[in-house]
């Protein structure tokens, strides 16, 4: 089955200190891959995607490409910001399985201190 | 007006009352999901409706009973809880066709607190 693994947290950085949170997946089919965040208190937000191998995903300053041959998604941004504290998911969607809910990570937090 | 709206944002209840949480989707999706995150654990898929029929059911025990009367709005009847069962309940919808890999979008959750 589908699955994603990302690297436990929390990361803590100091502001304008680079970001790295790694993340992983198997699938059966060509998955689409998603970042979404998490603010204190609200719901997941996507963050951005990628649809196919080599796609790169970017949003607010964060990356992340698709590799296809080592299987990740990593998250980067290279000047971190204390607004951006909060707790990152990486995620797939593979159709070709016929299961219509993401598969999510167990979720990385990020605290970025001043 | 939001993609998916969640009330109420926060609910506190008995352990002998039933309650009920609703989610509303306006993006014109077909699929609607639950999903329950507990502090420190992952997020758990509940139930997964799609064209208002229940897809999956993740071994969820029967004192939540899902209901989707429509493509856009989607309920969680909650009876008799525990206290285990606190914790933020999300809402997401999604455009699930066959072969297409779309996001889910997320609504703000309702904080639950059984006592």
């Known amino acids: 089955g589908n699955s994603v693994t990302q690297m436990e947290g929390p990361v803590t950085l100091s502001e304008e200190a680079f970001l790295t949170i790694n993340c992983t997946y198997t699938?059966?089919?060509?998955?689409?891959l998603f970042w979404y965040v998490q603010y204190p208190g609200e719901g997941l937000q996507l963050l951005l995607k990628a649809t196919k191998a080599d796609d790169k995903g970017s949003n607010k300053g964060f990356e992340a490409t698709y590799r296809k041959e080592t299987t990740s998604f990593h998250l980067e941004k290279g000047s971190v910001q204390v607004s951006d504290s909060a707790v990152y998911f990486c995620?797939?969607?593979?159709?070709?399985?016929?299961?219509?809910?993401?598969?999510f990570g167990s979720g990385t937090r990020l605290q970025v201190q001043p | 007006e939001t993609g998916v709206t969640q009330t109420p944002r926060h609910l506190v209840m008995g352990m002998t009352n039933k309650k009920s949480l609703k989610c509303e989707q306006h993006?014109?999706?077909?699929?609607m999901y639950w999903y329950k995150q507990s502090a420190k654990k992952p997020l758990e898929l509940m139930f997964v409706?799609?064209?208002?029929?229940?897809?999956e059911n993740n071994s969820v025990p029967s004192r939540f009973s899902p209901e989707c009367p429509n493509s856009s709005h989607l309920f969680l009847h909650l009876h008799t809880l525990q206290p285990e069962d606190s914790a933020l309940y999300l809402c997401?919808?999604?455009?699930?066709?066959?072969?297409?890999?779309?996001?889910?979008?997320f609504g703000q959750g309702t904080r639950l607190t059984v006592v």
């Open positions: 995620a797939l969607s593979d159709a070709d399985t016929g299961r219509r809910a993401l598969t």
């Open positions: 993006l014109g999706h077909n699929a």
């Open positions: 409706y799609s064209l208002e029929e229940r897809v």
């Open positions: 997401a919808s999604s455009q699930a066709d066959r072969n297409l890999n779309t996001e889910a979008f």
């Open positions: 699938a059966t089919g060509y998955p689409s």
